[in-house]
Nanobody, 129 residues
Framework: QVQLVESGGGLVQTGDSLRLPCTRS??????????MGWFRQAPEKEREFVAA????????FYEDSVKGRFTISRTSANNTVYLQMNSLKPDDTAVYHC????????????????????WGQGTLVTVSS
């Protein structure tokens, strides 16, 4: 079983940066393509995919609105994934959740795909204008 704990959220101003860590514990990841990623849900909006990374290859995927501003990375031990968020905008305000699955495609599919190993409790990011 995999457990995920996010942190790093807070209140920032437009243009500021934040880094969100997601620490993974429990089952050791396999070499076959485990992935981790981030989703966000803003008030009265649908949940949306933000970014994902393959723990074995480092391949990354991003939602279009965050490309060039957000970077997902992993530690060499693959127990922590970071979401570096730069040039933050008020539209980035949301609760950010970390996700893990045994393949990158299931991470990207998110909870709707039904194949996640774990889903974090979320950390709130508020960007003021």
């Amino acid at each position: 079983q995999v457990q995920l704990v996010e942190s790093g959220g807070g209140l920032v101003q437009t243009g500021d940066s934040l880094r969100l860590p997601c620490t993974r514990s429990g089952r050791t990841f396999s070499s076959d393509g485990d992935g981790m990623g981030w989703f966000r849900q803003a008030p009265e909006k649908e949940r949306e995919f933000v970014a994902a990374i393959s723990l074995s290859t480092g391949v990354t995927f991003y939602e279009d609105s965050v490309k060039g501003r957000f970077t997902i990375s992993r530690t060499s031990a693959n127990n922590t994934v970071y979401l570096q968020m730069n040039s933050l905008k008020p539209d980035d305000t949301a609760v950010y959740h970390c996700a893990a699955a045994t393949s990158l495609k299931w991470v990207i599919a998110g909870p709707d795909g039904g194949e996640l190993d774990a889903w974090g409790q979320g950390t709130l990011v508020t960007v003021s204008s």
